[in-house]
């Protein structure tokens, strides 16, 4: 393929390939393990597949000093596209679990490493110009692959089990379409991708600034509170995140609202994501406006206090037509306060190091997610839905206590 390459083709289908992974991996897997009469116990202690993006920053400069971001990206896609295969072959066999999870491991860390190469890409192929006007296209097709995965996917999954009757088979239908997608996207952008200007810079001069990132960040005033807030603001909602589609599908007898698989896909990829959308939208508009200092209380309760609705939902068992509205405040709720951490973090970063401190961030951040996400799954089997939920609640309050304590400057709008 010749001639001009069009951001508006290679954008949206690189941010595309960058959600997709991160989502199979993180959410679709648990529904296929729960289904796959995995316990909640062991779908817990599948939150160690975070790590892969907690210390992505640790390899940062080996993709910048070998190779090409374009040779990452490509690299990177054709060898996701196996893994996932290898799945679709691997939930047929006994010992399908430990297969699943080295493949998944495998997966998480070239998907990571992709991330690193097309936030690197994007910046090479496009001017800052450029790079403000796609961003927007960024985090749409980023948000579009998240609601393929787990509307679109886990729906597949549901119809294809429904009809057949044949559990594994399904998942492995699922899988097999994404290593198929993933090949698709491996030959687009081998033959559509431009080849930007990608100068590697030394070795030696990479890991010498590293050391300089580490340092400048952790020097920072208010080191110690801002690290406590990075861990504990989503503290409550890391340890309910593994325990919510298991929840959804386990029978009333076991405490859960035994909903069908297809209701899951159409939950959670259609109203519930939709709705993460939208308080997205909301909160960014509200600090825009308003600043982060006023807004960042507010948006810290809607994150938080729409988790009783997983009280409420365990306790009363509601019909379907309730639940999808309790869904979407909740979505609704955590987009919002998403938006206000993300925010956040951006305020941290300084100038020079700015994409380096941006990934010691979320780095920490994936931290406070993936440890408690590793326990859910014992919690909840020792509490119960209803006590574990109550539990949920009461620990999204480290979050606020610390915040409290933490000055958001009043420059930061």
Not at 145 to 163: C, H, R
Not at 342 to 356: A, D, G, H
Request: with cysteine; net charge positive.
């Amino acid at each position: 393929m010749q001639g001009k390459r069009w951001p508006w083709l290679y954008i949206p289908s690189l941010y595309f390939a960058e959600g997709l992974p991160y989502i199979l991996i993180n959410a679709v897997s648990v529904i296929m393990f729960k289904k796959m009469n995995v316990s909640n116990t062991v779908i817990g202690l599948t939150g160690f597949l975070y790590l892969p993006w907690v210390i992505k920053m640790f390899w940062g400069p080996v993709v910048d000093t070998v190779s090409t971001k374009r040779q990452w990206i490509l690299s990177t896609q054709i060898l996701m596209a196996v893994c996932f295969l290898l799945v679709a072959a691997g939930v047929q066999v006994s010992g399908f679990l430990s297969i699943s999870l080295v493949l998944f491991f495998i997966t998480a860390f070239l998907s990571a490493t992709h991330d690193i190469a097309i936030d690197g890409y994007y910046m090479l192929a496009l001017d800052e110009k450029k790079q403000a006007f796609y961003v927007g296209i960024r985090s749409t097709f980023y948000r579009i692959a998240i609601i393929f995965a787990t509307g679109a996917l886990v729906v597949i999954a549901g119809t294809i089990e429904k009809s057949t009757g044949n559990i594994a088979f399904s998942w492995s239908v699922v899988f097999m379409i994404s290593g198929g997608i993933f090949f698709l996207l491996y030959f687009f952008h081998r033959f559509y991708l431009p080849h930007p200007v990608d100068n590697v810079v030394s070795e030696g001069s990479r890991f010498g600034d590293m050391k300089q990132v580490f340092k400048t960040y952790f020097q920072q005033k208010n080191i110690i509170l801002i690290v406590l807030f990075v861990l504990f603001y989503r503290l409550g909602e890391a340890i309910l995140g593994k325990m919510t589609a298991p929840f959804l599908l386990d029978g009333v007898e076991k405490g859960g609202l035994g909903l069908e698989t297809t209701t899951v896909g159409y939950l959670y990829g259609t109203v519930g994501m939709l709705s993460l959308v939208a308080g997205g939208i909301v909160g960014g508009w509200l600090i825009s406006k308003f600043g982060l200092k006023k807004c960042i209380w507010p948006m810290a309760l809607a994150l938080k206090a729409p988790d009783l609705v997983y009280v409420y939902m365990s306790t009363v068992h509601p019909s379907i037509e309730i639940i999808y509205p309790l869904v979407a405040v909740e979505q609704f709720g955590y987009g919002i306060g998403f938006t206000a951490f993300m925010v956040f973090l951006m305020y941290l970063t300084q100038e020079k190091y700015k994409t380096s401190h941006f990934a010691i961030s979320t780095g920490i951040m994936a931290l406070g997610m993936m440890i408690p996400g590793m326990i859910s799954g014992y919690l909840q089997t020792l509490l119960g839905y209803t006590n574990f939920f109550i539990m949920v609640v009461f620990l999204t309050l480290p979050g606020l206590i610390v915040l409290f304590f933490l000055p958001i400057p009043e420059e930061s709008k």
